[in-house]
């Protein structure tokens, strides 16, 4: 057991590191110059070179080769030393990115926790009646909902439920002005992703009442809603449960969308409006951010299922 | 396939004798859904081409006698900004969707399959190395990979002034970032797929024969791995027409100016509130219409062709 959970951190830590090497590959070789991009096409060689100076863009990429400058004083070493701390600074405001993430994610948390929350129970409740009675016109009538609402754009959700707000309650509309105002992205990521979750656990559900030993219980005479709770929602939790871990890099993230479309200003508003300002320090550190967050999902998810399902190897 | 001639007539109503692809495609034109759906992908596909053919001076018909316009009879589904016809502008955003959708899986599946297949094959350090590419790319989520690529790609322009010129600021760059970024899902699940077939008995005969690596990987394995590439690439066209709409709207997607769904939702956000709901309305609308039938045409055709899941 201990083994196994040294060799999965050992792991994290390469996947992590093949992250940042990614990141940085991205927004500092392949995205290149961006003194310009801030200083406007008017800017003088010697103002560039200032500005890039004072950000640390003027250091060689990989190999310092200067006379008199140590190898390894490099934007790469710079990179790989802040990023994972999140030390690293917005080139616009000088702000850390630290204090911005405890500043802003506490908002992001305020829509997509309950919505997670809520979303999760409303799948559930729908996916277990529909699976439960499975091949019957419930059964059919829910999947093709579910079907039809996964395929309706994203957009088009918030965008109605935006303009909906607007006639019945403008002050809900946009922005925090009411303590409500909260509810409306939460309802809109709710309803959004009602579709796809039904889908998801129905399958789930429906593949695990298939099994022999659902049969078997059924044969032995145990009624219909003992084995649902019993045998098969219990049996269902791990890659329920996996499906759940999987989404906790949008819950700190917040959903991109919802952020920017009411005005709050969470973490997916910040990197949205960072991409649009090519603030490259803050959207590298939130690209870790996610990564971290979603490579640590994974691990605890497996460990979880090595401790709690005997019939998972440790391999 | 001698064989096939001489199966007796009820051996074909079960189904039996047939290929996997004949008994798929058998299966396909008897259910009428998913038939219903491939006509509604055929449409849109011959509306791409047949858009960028009758509307090629799109950009030329700005009218500002005719702004904002409600649908009427000389405009179907109304006006935009530019007094531009929005239902030529839906037409030619399926020609962006459709083109996105295919050059992104065109780069996507063929790169899954290959990396899978020879990391399921070779194993060893091969595999390693190929599982932690994809890890590394798979722990950053979904629509922050695109964004994060797209955002290094804004001033990139490769082997500028030649005559392969190539902008991948714009559409360029989107057919590469969705298509470096959604191999994972085939990679993944043509590596699981090869681990079984190698250690088949037809495999260990040919290397008995002598046949080298590569021989066997591309003449023996990957011809029985065709049904989840082509499985892989109906389900990558959906997401990759739904990621070509959200970046189009942030617009990290196609050039300013270009007519794309996504792009379309960006210039009429603000219009809902005053109630011009048409231009929007069209966009989510051929945007529903396609997902829908490439969602459900997937199903099918997974179900058609992977034999362990029918029931």
Redesign the interface.
């Known amino acids: 057991m201990g083994a196994y959970v040294v060799r999965r951190l050992v792991?994290s830590v390469?996947?992590?590191f093949?992250?940042m090497?990614?990141?940085f590959l991205?927004?500092r070789v392949?995205?290149?110059?961006i003194a310009s991009?801030h200083l406007g096409p008017r800017a003088t060689a010697k103002q560039l070179a200032e500005w890039r100076a004072k950000h640390g863009y003027d250091k060689p990429l990989l190999i310092n080769r200067n006379a008199g400058e140590p190898w390894y004083d490099t934007q790469f070493l710079s990179y790989m030393t802040r990023v994972p701390a999140f030390q690293t600074r917005s080139v616009i405001t000088n702000e850390r990115l630290l204090d911005i993430i405890i500043e802003r994610a506490p908002y992001s948390l305020a829509i997509t926790v309950p919505a997670m929350a809520l979303g999760w129970v409303l799948a559930m409740i729908v996916a277990t009646i529909v699976a439960y009675y499975r091949a019957s016109l419930i059964d059919h009538v829910g999947v093709f909902l579910a079907?039809?609402g996964?395929?309706?754009?994203?957009?088009?959700f918030i965008?109605a439920g935006?303009?909906l707000m607007?006639r019945v309650a403008p002050r809900l509309a946009y922005g925090l002005a009411s303590p409500f105002s909260i509810y409306v992205p939460v309802a809109i990521a709710v309803i959004a992703g009602l579709g796809g979750g039904v889908r998801f656990y129905r399958t789930v559900i429906v593949d695990e009442a298939?099994r022999d030993y659902v049969r078997t219980a059924r044969a032995k005479g145990v009624p219909l809603p003992g084995v649902m709770f019993k045998h098969i929602l219990r049996n269902c939790m791990l890659p329920i449960l996996t499906n759940l871990v999987l989404a906790i890099?949008?819950l700190i993230?917040g959903s991109?969308?919802l952020e920017t479309f009411f005005g709050i200003p969470g973490l997916g508003d910040l990197?949205?409006s960072s991409?649009?300002n090519?603030d490259e320090p803050i959207?590298s550190g939130?690209?870790y951010l996610?990564?971290l967050i979603?490579?640590l999902g994974?691990l605890l998810t497996d460990v979880l299922y090595a401790v709690f399902d005997p019939r998972v190897q440790l391999t | 396939m001698t064989q096939a001639v001489t199966v007796s007539a009820d051996l074909e109503v079960a189904g039996l004798g047939r290929s996997l692809w004949g008994d798929a495609v058998h299966r396909l034109r008897r259910d009428p859904l998913a038939a219903a759906c491939f006509a509604v992908i055929v449409l849109y596909v011959v509306v791409a081409v047949w858009a960028s053919w009758a509307y090629a001076d799109f950009e030329k018909t700005q009218n500002y006698a005719e702004r904002n316009q409600a649908p009427s009879a000389s405009h179907w589904l109304g006006t935009d900004v530019f007094g531009r016809d929005v239902l030529a502008k839906t037409l030619l955003g399926a020609k962006v969707s459709m083109t996105v959708g295919a050059m992104a899986n065109v780069i996507a599946v063929p790169l899954g399959l290959i990396l899978g297949v020879i990391a399921g094959y070779f194993g060893k350090w091969v595999d390693d190395v190929v599982v932690w590419l994809y890890t590394t790319m798979a722990s950053i989520p979904g629509i922050i990979r695109l964004i994060a690529i797209k955002y290094a790609f804004d001033n990139v322009v490769l082997f500028e002034g030649s005559r392969f010129e190539l902008d991948l600021g714009g559409i360029h760059g989107l057919y590469i970032a969705l298509g470096v970024m959604s191999w994972i899902g085939t990679c993944r699940l043509v590596r699981a797929e090869t681990f079984k077939i190698k250690s088949l008995d037809y495999v260990t005969a040919a290397r008995a024969l002598g046949q080298g690596g590569f021989r066997i990987v591309f003449r023996h394995i990957v011809p029985n791995l065709f049904h989840i590439a082509i499985i892989q690439f109906t389900l990558g066209f959906v997401g990759a027409v739904a990621a070509e709409v959200i970046l189009s709207f942030l617009g990290l997607g196609v050039e300013v100016g270009t007519p794309s769904w996504g792009t379309m939702i960006n210039a009429a956000r603000l219009d809902l509130v005053v109630g011009r709901w048409w231009e929007v309305t069209a966009a989510c609308g051929a945007m529903f219409a396609i997902v829908l039938a490439l969602n459900i045409f997937g199903d099918r055709l997974r179900d058609a062709l992977d034999p362990r899941l029918r029931t």
């Open positions: 792991q390469f996947t992590i093949g992250v090497l990614l990141t991205l927004f392949v995205a290149g110059e991009a079907v039809l996964m395929c309706v754009p994203y957009l088009a965008m935006q303009m607007f298939n890099p949008f993230m991109l969308l990197l949205l991409i649009t090519r959207v939130l690209t996610t990564a979603y490579t994974v």
